[in-house]
């Protein structure tokens, strides 16, 4: 008997499915359902995956009580080039911001590389004078007499939506306002994005970047937004809908329309939140969150149970996987470092006799050899049913037709043959060689965040996560795992554990030691103001929590610190404990500080958020049993490289307190857990899998 | 099994990662506003021979080369039987370590089990040596600051004071040397700490194997790829703005069947001032041109850096000798891929590209004495690359060297100055089939009511970038000063009074194959676009009936 009162539906549509989760009020997953995405008309795979579990939970729309949603629609329609026709307006004489940008090639050795297209061409870019300094003081006026030629530039352009970055506007928007205002009078049906509303951070290419990005994909997403909520009222849906943003929280549709670049990438951070919140329900400090897809892997570290966040990342690069090769988006976000390792990762061998694997990917379609669906490059998942650790017959509960022999030729072909190694060998090394490319992106990110990677735990999820878990955490030095429930959808389950919330960012340079903390509490004031308005409209009674934070660097530098401040205006008597702070962050990172350096400060944010919703509980872990197997499987054993008997388990069937050893296959629908030989299994209190690598197996 | 040759390949991709994070770390912790925003750093893993293994890829290629070579000299200078766990050796001598005093160099030899089973060495740039400053002024080594010969730094963990004491009392940045120095320290011990972690998870105990392995490979492949080229000798004459006078840079490049050599010989010898280039600095800029062209695909390392060799007469311009000051060695350096390729174009005429701006426009601004006000800004501003064979060369882009340009909001913020345009500089770039890409137009002056002083080491003034395979020179670089139109040298302290504008145009890039042969579609769009005017459009690409 399901209890149907206070349900809530998360919907995540990806590029190729909708994942969709129905949760109770004590947070526990009712139903799930993957169902194709519909691109043409993405609502109505939504709809079809929201009837499917209602349906399954014996619910009806009625008993839905908050409904929150995530799509990559936004970012597909930057990585498709579907947005709309776009314009600039900068500031007269700096009308190449786009085209200058860094000034820099990212990649040292390649003579014929071909920058990012950053959307708007040269001669969409227009330019109005006045001018504002960097204290926001008006050096020239704005040249109002010329705004209405640029109305006339632009509909001779036909364009939809323009975007406007002036100079320093963080710091003075008065020209950008009243800009938009003229405009209006001009060109009323133009959608205007203004860089100090969706961005405002000094550094006028990210900004400009950001605003051109919002405006392109405002009015397609307008539309989008509209036509969901349209068609779910219809059904007889009565609660709010919020969407899930980049940061990690929830906001309304009315703010996602107006700023819908901060939905992109919002389906990955769902993930970052679920295992933010299984950290917290474990009282797992130190996490790392392991999500390994069809076509790539992101890990995410989550210190005291918040995921780490970055306020940059990039869209559209012009080499998927190569840093600097897109364009900067300057929006709050959960810091993901994303790798091009999936099950569908092709493996290749080039010039030099070095095996490759990925980035590129077959994906799902043609998806890999043994799909025979017309792929015939080995893949990493034709590397694991190689190995054994895919059952073929429970393959996708079954729906989808494995060809072990397809993967075998396939491996023989393109890796055995140039490598002379038998099909089982090429497979291995397929396996060494993406298990360690993803350790050493962890490793690697880990350092640029200033952290290590030893004693975190990994959490794994996503399709392939479970069954590569073991393999990528030995390589990484790290030796406990934890695999959620529903690890197959893990981001739609985690869009139902985000808080309304709303973050801004805003530049204002100054030294530590000349704090002007007057000025600076009524510029907190304003950014509390704007953060409230946002997040009350779509938690209209919660009381509020409140985060603000300086980034902080030693002048001269130009890598900042986080530093978290005291959520109240700031007295000059502060200044030594924010002193101290930076000191103890940095030499936790640095190793020492260094005395007599002034400090700087150049941006300040400011979080709202709703509390965030029930607290997972983890039951205590009852008396341990040992677990039995439903049979038995050949593997090559990844610790020796031989061929050895593991033991099979359904996932269904383990009890909270099933131990089981490596080596080992925990069976379930959408995924499998591997248990290398070298680690054992327990079940915890809320159905979690612990993987504890033993110590007597370590070298 | 499990086959060796995939652990061997799995400990190499390891070794490259471990000495990419090595570098992040360093720019991370790193003052120096070159090290943050150009990466100028290095870090890479030795073998017990001294044999380089792996080396990050950071933001510019003055380290290519130059440290394997200084590693090879301190282990030649240093007896291993005489090194201790926890020993750190360095020097900042430019013709061992990168070619002028402020690229610091350490180097650390790795134990493991009680045996010396390699090495890991960084470099970064400090921000000041003392001497007259970072600028061409000097006319010997001893104007230009402090030389620190190969010396051990740190003993058994323990850091020498006094070294660490002269290095601060004679720098105006004691606080941020010594802040960098540290940091190198750190790099060196923690990619030993990795290297070790390594080969006790991979339970190897030492190195020998991976080294001939990933060494072998890679010198496979590279001679795979020079034997694909055409053999023989191609000679080039550079002719660049130099100092006062003009100078002319030789080589000659001779493709042979297993390995590349270029020689200098003919070069003009040595100038008085500060823009004489050590070989080794010259190897490097020279090395990674070919290397763009020939085997980019692999890592640097012992193996894939041996088949290319660089020579030059002793006391030419490109392989200065001590006392001769070096401290603006960039400034040619980087023109020398320009002077390479037109050695590598005459064998590969439709792979090189052709000339660009290269060096890079530095627009260096300090506070006038006299002023209040004090304030110091690095600003660097490119011009455009050559156009390429099959497509257009980039507008305001580095290269060789992968330096950041600035921003005009954050420049702003940290010095008294205001920018009145950053724009392209419209028909700057080479005309040709392809085209190539666009210099780009500053104007700036004093905010306050105080004169700036500008310290120039640019190129390509009187010297614009050459086009290629009929292609046309892009336009020069053109510094003035308005009002009055006053026009300077590209070499040279300058005073910005207050109240004038400096106008700064960098070069463009040289254009690639006739002009006449551009399609009419990339007329059209150069035209709308207004890189291009209408008049460059009519006199330069107008069809030959």
Redo the contacts between chains.
Sequence with gaps: MIHTDGLRLAIDIGGTFTDTVLLNRASDVVATAKTPTTPQRPALGALAGAAHVLDDAGADWRHVTGLIHGTTLATNALIERRGAATATITTH?????L???????YS????????PDLIV???HSLTIGGRM??SGHE?SPLDEAHVAALATELKALEVEAVAICL??SYANPAHELRLRDLLALHAPDLVVSLSHEVSPE????DRLCTTIANAYVQPLMAGYLQDFETRFRQKGLSCPILMMTAGGGMTTLETAARLPIRLVESGPAGGAILAARIAEATSEASVLSFDMGGTTAKLCLIDDFRPQTARKFEISRAERFIRGSGMPVRIPVIEMIEIGAGGGSIASV??????QVGPHSAGSDPGPAAFGKGGDKPTVTDADLTLGLIEPARFAEGRLKIDPDAAHDALNRDVGGP?A?GPD?AA??IS??VD??MA?AG??HA??S?KDLGNRLMIAFGGNGPLHATRVAR?A?MRRILIPRDPGVGSAVGFLHAPVSYEVIRSR?TRLDTLDTKGLNQFFDAMQAEAEQVVRSGAPDAPLLQRRVAYMR?H????EIEIKLPNRALTHSDVGALKAAFEVEYSR????V????VIEI?NWGLAVSSPPPAHLTCPEVPRLHRAVPTGSRQILCDL???WRSADVFNRADLAPGAELTGPALIVEAQTTTFVSADFNATVDGHGNIWLTQQQEAQ? | MIQSDTRLQVMWNRLLAVVEEQGQALIRAAFSPIVRECGDISAGIFDAKGRMLAQAVTGTPGHINTMAEAVKTLCVRFAQSDMKPGDIYMTNDPWIASGHLNDFLLMMPVFYRDQVIGYTACTSHLVDLGGLGMGPEGSDIFDEGLLIPPCKLVSQGEVNALLLEIVKANSREPIANEGDIYALIACCEAGSDRLVQMMREFDISDLRALSDYIIETSRRGTLAAIAALPKGTWRHVLRVDGYDDEIELHAALTIADDHLLLDFDGTASCVGKGINVPLNYATAYSVFALRCIIGADIPNNAGSLDPFRVTGPKGCILNAQPPAPVAMRHTLGQMTPDLVYGCLSQALPDRVPAEGASCMYDLPLRHAPEATDQFALELVFNGGTGARPRIDGLSATAFPSGVWGSQIETTEAVAPVLFHRRELRQDSGGAGRFRGGLGQHIELSATKNQDLMLFLSVERIKNPASGRDGGLDGAPGRITVQPGNRHLPGKGEVRIRAGETLSFETPGGGGFGLPEHRSEDAILTDVQSGLVSHEQAQNLYRRQK
């Design positions: 004489g700096f009308r190449d911001i085209e200058i940008a860094y000034e820099r090639r040292q050795y390649a003579i014929d590389l071909v920058k061409p040269r001669t300094d960097v050096v100079l320093h000094a550094r006028e290419f080039d010039r030099l006799g070095r095996l490598l190694l060998q291995f090394a060494e060689i360690e490319s050493g490793r690697m350092v640029e200033g390589r030095q340079h030693y001269g530098q130009g890598h990172q640095f190793s020492r260094v005395p007599g350096m150049l020796t490289g031989r070298k």
